[in-house]
């Protein structure tokens, strides 16, 4: 009796490390390094880092008519980035940043505790940013960083992107993989963003430009420098998209896709872009000046 209960003991326990070991496997599959840091890491913090603000807000997603290039699968060589992209068109770049030190570093937790007190920018999510205003990061993630109301003004919502105190933040921006192609002649600045669902940036413009999130879905609208778009400087991204967008004929809709952590846009230099968060989240754009 005593041989056969053991042998429950064992299938039980070979089960179970079968069952914790495969579901490891899957939410974290798609990366390859650093996965020193993995072991005990729970996979829900691993897939979302705490970063879930609940909403009610109508679906988000929408289409896909970026051109996407998966580095698992295509080749793109710096001289090919420059000929097809650089100055031509906005391209998604799958796999190519690996971002799991720095996401392991930018979980809700993670980054309330190192850097909670101190002093952050935020910006009005306007077309111009502007005006901005300081408090702390405690306050920004706990009391603004909310889901987006409908019919509240971009001009009357706070956003935290860019402004960052460099040498503040410096050890978690050197963990920030920046993509690996470069327009000839700029260096990359990135600044770090935190905001809610339902939050964006409405159209503007300025130089060429990669971005990607590390936590939470975004979505991207673009519209090429000959095609200025229809919008209110001061409206939010999601009343543009209510009001404007699904009123706007098919071949007059921006190009645009949602974005997931793991996949970086690239645009050029005064494309027209707005943005959507699809979920709460963390993101970086590299600024190439
Ligand atoms: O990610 C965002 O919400 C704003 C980013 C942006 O507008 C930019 O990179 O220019």
Known sequence: MYKNMSFCLFIVFLFYFRSSSSSFLTSSSSFTAGQSF???????????????????????????????????QDTLSQEEFVKKFAYNEPVILINVTDQTEFRMHSTREQLLSKYGNYSITVTTANTHSYPKAEM?????????????EEGRLGSDTLYHFGDNDREEWAELFSMYNIPPYTVPG????ISFGLAGPGTGVPFHIHGPTFAETIYGR??????SPKVRPLFDPNGSTLDWLTNTYFSLPINERPLECVLQPGEVLYFPAYWWHATLNVDASVFVSTFLA
């Not at 700029?186 to 600045?189: G, I, K, R, S, T």
């Open 136 to 148: 702390t990061l405690n306050d920004y993630v706990n009391i603004i960083m909310k889901p987006q």
């Open 186 to 189: 700029l260096e990359p600045v």
């Open 218 to 223: 975004k979505r991207w609208f673009l519209y």
């Open 38 to 72: 993995l072991n005990n890491w729970p996979s829900s913090q691993f897939i979302n880092g705490g970063w879930v603000i609940p909403h009610n807000l109508t679906d988000l997603t929408g289409p896909c008519n970026i051109k996407r290039l998966n580095r698992n």
